[in-house]
């Protein structure tokens, strides 16, 4: 019997059947290993040998994290807002075994979970919600998905919302919203700078109630700084404090010049009266401020003139024995 006949056939099916039970697994990869359809174990990373001619079948399995894209889903918020949402969900394996075994095809079943619990997931929060806290609501998606592929193997690490979609009459609402919370912060800034002004000012005043030179001061430095405009017309303000105290001087003024008894007896004289001659200042003639005041009239310069037009004939005019007015004869007295 011939052993290297034997011998030679049997080499080769026996390197043949080491070149294909030899499997080599990269770091991120595992090997589901069946022996004879039943689960053995997972194998890998590197290289591993299986029992030849099909007694042991293996599938690879990728433990890398996948990032799986939710298409955008339309859905109706809890306050009734229509918006469309789309996501992305990063999920890997962590146990290859299950992930075969539990599951025909574990991608596409995250994917469809990830999808039914994005929308119940909006249509349980309202807008603003949504909108604020859109962090909390990747929270609360990821622990829902996680919860219902542990059975499979599959852990999801994450969930992101990528964008919210919203109407255009909803975008023009949340717009005029937007403004007038602006305008309101707007006016309450205002009204709180005027408020401290006012409180600045009410201080300065009181500043300047304690030193009055101190309004000058500031009139100076108003007065520079209309100059520095190069104005064709310059305004110089004055307080309306000062004119008071301005009309009590001039009315202290002319009572110490006589002037308050002067006017009173030119009124006298316009009403055709009878005048003191102590109440007109000193010089004065009584004959000549008489005619004057009928000039001023329009009555002519004489005397007689002035007497004859201003009485009524209501009131007539006091004559003397002889006949004449009172006033004519303090003239003829005067003339002599």
């Known amino acids: 019997m011939d052993f290297g006949a034997i011998l ?121 919600e949504l909108l604020a806290h859109r962090e909390r609501i990747n929270d609360i998606i990821r622990e829902i998905i996680d919860e219902g592929t542990d059975p499979w193997g599959i852990e999801v690490t994450g969930v992101e919302i990528k964008d919210i979609d919203l109407p255009q009459e909803m975008k023009r609402a949340m717009a005029k919203q937007a403004e007038a919370e602006r305008e309101r912060r707007a006016k309450v800034i205002t009204a709180e700078g005027e408020f401290q002004a006012s409180r600045k000012l009410a201080a300065a005043a009181e500043v300047i109630q304690r030193f009055p030179v101190a309004i000058q001061l500031r009139y100076l430095q108003t007065a520079v700084e209309i100059a520095a405009e190069n104005n064709s017309t310059t305004v110089f303000p004055l307080p309306v404090e000062i004119f008071p105290q301005v009309m009590r001087n001039l009315q202290g003024a002319r009572e110490d010049a006589g002037g308050g008894g002067f006017s ?66 303090e003239k003829e007295g005067s003339e002599e």
């Open 8 to 128: 030679i056939p049997a080499a080769v099916v026996g390197g043949l059947a080491l070149l294909t039970s030899m499997r080599i697994l990269w770091e991120y990869e595992r090997g589901v290993v069946f022996r004879l359809g039943k689960l053995t174990r997972a194998k890998g990373p590197g290289l591993i040998f299986l029992v030849p001619f099909g007694v042991e079948r293996m599938k690879k399995m990728d433990l890398r994290i996948v990032a799986l894209d939710i298409p955008p889903q339309d859905t109706i918020t809890k306050d009734n807002v229509s918006v469309t949402v789309n996501a992305v969900v990063y999920f890997r394996v962590v146990d290859p075994a299950k992930a075969v075994v539990e599951i025909e095809d574990y991608y596409f079943a995250t994917s469809q979970l990830a999808q039914t619990t994005l929308r119940s997931v909006i249509g349980q929060s309202e807008l603003d």
């Open 264 to 329: 009173e007896s030119l009124k006298k004289l316009l009403r055709g009266e009878d005048v003191e001659e102590e109440v007109l200042p000193e010089g004065i003639d009584l004959g000549a401020l008489k005619e004057a005041a009928g000039g001023l009239l329009g009555l002519g310069t004489g005397a007689g003139e002035l007497a004859t037009e201003s009485p009524t004939d209501e009131e007539p005019v006091q004559e003397s024995r002889s006949g004449a007015p009172e006033w004519e004869k």
